[in-house]
T-cell receptor
C-alpha cells in the first residue's frame, strides 16, 4: 500500500514564484490535511478538508490556497512564495466518518526552500 | 484554546533503560490523545491513542502511555529502550466531539545511546 504520496519530495523556489504541492491517498479516507513543520514549532495546520467538496482554514493559512480535487487528491498552492514559507510540508489523511478518534496517516513530506 | 506541551526538547537514555517522554494537554472536555513518531526524512507514524477506559494504553513497538486526567498528562513510556527508538516524538490532542483538528506538541527528540 502506498498510503499518502506527496510530490515533489524536494523543491527550491525563488521569491515570488508559484508552486503546487500534490498529495494523493489510496486509503479511501474522507478527510485530508496540510501541515507545515518548522524547527521548535511542531506541526501547524495550514488547511484541511473534512470531506470531498469542503475546505477550511487551519492555524496558518495566509499565503496558501488548497483544492480538494476529488476524494483522493488534495493540493496546496503557494501563489507568490516568500522566504518565510521555507519549511517541510506534510499531507495527511484520516477516516473521520467513524469518529474523531481515527489516527491521521502522513506522507513523507515535501522539503521546500525559498530563496 | 487547545494546547499540548512537551516540556523536554530532548531526552537521553541508555539502551536497556526505561524511557519516559512527557506530554501535558489543555483541552476542553474529554480529549482524544495520540502519540506519533517521526524518523529522519519521513512523515509521522501513529504509535498509540487514548480514547476512554483503561488509563494505560499499549501501542506499537512496545510503547505504552499513561493517561492521568487529574494532571492532564499523557506520558509515553517504554520499559527497555532500544537504539532504534531514537527519533522525534510528537504528542497530539483532539476534542472528542464534532470535527476537531489535531493540536500537536512541539516534539521531543529521543536519543538512545548504546
Amino acid at each position: 500500500n502506498a498510503g499518502v504520496t506527496q510530490t515533489p519530495k524536494f523543491q527550491v523556489l525563488k521569491t515570488g514564484q508559484s508552486m503546487t504541492l500534490q498529495c494523493a491517498q489510496d486509503m479511501n479516507h474522507n478527510s485530508m490535511y496540510w501541515y507545515r513543520q518548522d524547527p521548535g514549532m511542531g506541526l501547524r495546520l495550514i488547511y484541511y478538508s473534512a470531506s470531498e467538496g469542503t475546505t477550511d482554514k487551519g492555524e496558518v493559512p495566509n499565503g496558501y490556497n488548497v483544492s480538494r480535487l476529488n476524494k483522493r487528491e488534495f493540493s496546496l498552492r503557494l501563489e507568490s512564495a516568500a522566504p518565510s514559507q521555507t519549511s517541510v510540508y506534510f499531507c495527511a489523511s484520516s477516516e473521520s466518518r467513524v469518529g474523531p478518534n481515527q489516527p491521521q496517516h502522513f506522507g513523507d513530506g515535501t522539503r521546500l526552500s525559498i530563496l | 484554546a487547545q494546547s499540548v506541551a512537551q516540556p523536554e526538547d530532548q531526552v537521553n537514555v541508555a539502551e536497556g533503560n526505561p524511557l519516559t517522554v512527557k506530554c501535558t494537554y489543555s483541552v476542553s472536555g474529554n480529549p482524544y490523545l495520540f502519540w506519533y513518531v517521526q524518523y529522519p526524512n519521513r512523515g509521522l507514524q501513529f504509535l498509540l491513542k487514548y480514547i476512554t477506559g483503561d488509563n494505560l494504553v499499549k501501542g506499537s513497538y512496545g510503547f505504552e502511555a499513561e493517561f492521568n486526567k487529574s494532571q492532564t498528562s499523557f506520558h509515553l513510556k517504554k520499559p527497555s529502550a532500544l537504539v532504534s527508538d531514537s527519533a522525534l516524538y510528537f504528542c497530539a490532542a483532539r476534542m472528542n466531539t464534532g470535527f476537531q483538528k489535531l493540536v500537536f506538541g512541539t516534539g521531543t527528540r529521543l536519543l538512545v545511546s548504546p
